[in-house]
């Protein structure tokens, strides 16, 4: 075979073999994130559980950092469509500087970032063949939402889906394979069955959602804390309980003389036990709600919008009830002081609520698009709790105090960000729970100290 046939028998070999890969379908995209707390006066308030924040009364806190969190991900399709695999990694919260082993084994210090990649996606999206309409099922580590208040985050499980509803099976914790001498079957598993129904008639928006989770243990959850644990993710290993959610949510909007009129709402009930709680192994009824709307008007360049919220509080924590609303695994950015701003791994709480007193949350804001690069914005909220909470020195408050937020974001191309955050919050007197130091003013049953924090961000999308 002379030279030219065999670079010809080559070449048809190897487009042979690459012919089936044609016929796949590849893109890439991520999510570079450089946050930075420019400035914040009490650094041991943002520390992701209510349990942990701490007020300073007698030294400011003060402290600034700058991490990034970066987010990549592929898609694979068959040309037509009717498989893709989805795979995302990320690099999350790790700040410029960092020297901490036990943070998933990771440096941010010289010579390297150490092992900081988590898996972030990594599943496989099918449509049932023989069905001409949307009829797809997902399966592996997904993003999955129930309701923005309830479940919206990352989890595994398998979902079945169509243009309109979707039925899904989500397990969040396990023991692994296998059970130990006097285990059933399912014990120390904690699986849910999700599902969510959308009715789309412009101008209205409906949707019904319902959420059931469930764990079995062989064993009483002696560990369980209502004050602590007032979030699903949370709970302790091994919490034999059952939580039912159903609710309703939608949006409705309207032009009118003045600019386009708009609300949206969200309705939750929960009801459930845990069981086997403490020594004396009683069963904590759950009985518990959430309602929110925000009524908003656009005109011109300008909106405003009214955000209101209350997820109810337990007004008893040694009772056998719980009424205080619980979120599975979510992420709220309405308050810079209460929730999270830009550098979202430092906060005081990701839910909607205070620990187990809940909220009454009101806000106040104004958004303005100077033009389509600049965007600028402030608003002001008044934190209410739903139950009182008793200080150390008796008295009972609900006051969390009025913030005060400024915000603004620039374009410096079209997929880079420039955004700066500043929020202050005036203290009411229940913040008295979380003062510590030697002076009087700790726990004297007022406010002593206010709270200022501001974050920035620098952030790269494609």
């Known amino acids: 075979m002379n030279k030219n046939l065999k670079i010809l028998f080559i070449a ?5 073999v690459a012919a089936p890969a044609m016929a796949a379908e590849f893109t890439f995209n991520g999510d570079l994130n450089n946050r930075f707390v420019l400035y914040t006066d009490q650094a041991g308030f943002f520390n992701t559980n209510p349990a942990n924040a701490e007020l300073d009364v007698d030294d400011d806190r003060a402290d600034s950092f700058g991490e990034i969190k970066y987010r990549l991900w592929t898609t694979m399709s068959t040309d037509d469509g009717a498989i893709k695999g989805v795979f995302a990694i990320e690099v999350g919260g790790l700040k410029y500087g960092q020297n901490n082993s036990a943070d998933r084994g990771g440096d941010g210090t010289f010579s390297g970032d150490g092992v900081n990649i988590e898996t972030r996606w990594f599943y496989t999206d099918f449509q049932i063949p023989s069905i001409e309409s949307k009829a797809r099922v997902q399966m592996g580590l997904l993003p999955h939402t129930v309701n923005k208040f309830f479940w919206s985050e990352t989890a595994m499980g398998v979902k ?47 949707g019904f ?79 518990a709600y959430l309602a929110h709307a925000d009524i908003g008007l656009n005109f011109g360049k300008a909106t405003v919008t009214y955000t209101v919220w209350y997820a109810s509080g337990d007004d008893n924590d040694t009772d056998d009830s719980l009424d205080n ?93 420039f955004r700066v955050n500043i929020g202050y919050l005036a203290s009411g007197d229940a913040m008295d729970i979380f003062e510590t130091g030697t002076s009087s003013d700790a726990g004297n049953g007022s406010g002593d100290v206010d709270i200022f924090r501001s974050d920035a961000r620098v952030r790269y999308s494609f």
């Open 12 to 16: 048809l070999l190897a487009l042979a």
């Open 160 to 206: 079945f889906y169509t243009d309109n509803w979707y039925l899904a099976w989500i397990r969040g914790k396990t023991d692994g394979f296998g059970t130990s001498a006097g285990q059933d079957w399912g014990d120390n598993e904690l699986d849910s069955i999700n599902a969510r129904y959308d009715l789309k008639m412009e101008p209205v928006k409906l």
């Open 209 to 287: 959602f319902l959420s059931y989770l469930w764990e079995s243990t062989s064993a009483p959850t002696t560990s369980f804390d209502p004050v602590v644990n007032s979030e699903v993710k949370g709970f302790p290993a091994q919490t034999d309980f059952d939580l039912f959610a159903f609710g309703v949510d939608g949006s409705w909007s309207t032009a009118t003389d003045w600019g386009k009129l708009f609300i949206n709402w969200d309705g939750i009930y929960e009801t459930g036990t845990v069981n086997d709680v403490g020594v004396a192994g009683n069963d904590l009824d759950i009985g």
């Open 325 to 417: 609303f619980m979120s599975v695994d979510v992420d709220f950015f309405e308050s810079f002081i209460f929730q999270e701003s830009l550098a979202d791994d430092n906060a005081f709480f990701e839910g909607p609520y205070i620990s187990d007193k809940g909220l009454f949350f009101n806000k106040l804001a104004l958004d303005y698009a100077v033009d389509a690069k600049l965007k600028l914005g402030g608003a002001v909220i008044y934190h209410l709790l739903a139950e009182d909470i008793e200080l150390a020195n008796g008295s009972k408050e609900d006051t969390l105090g009025v913030e005060i937020d400024l915000y603004g974001s620039y374009k410096i191309y079209k997929n880079l960000e």
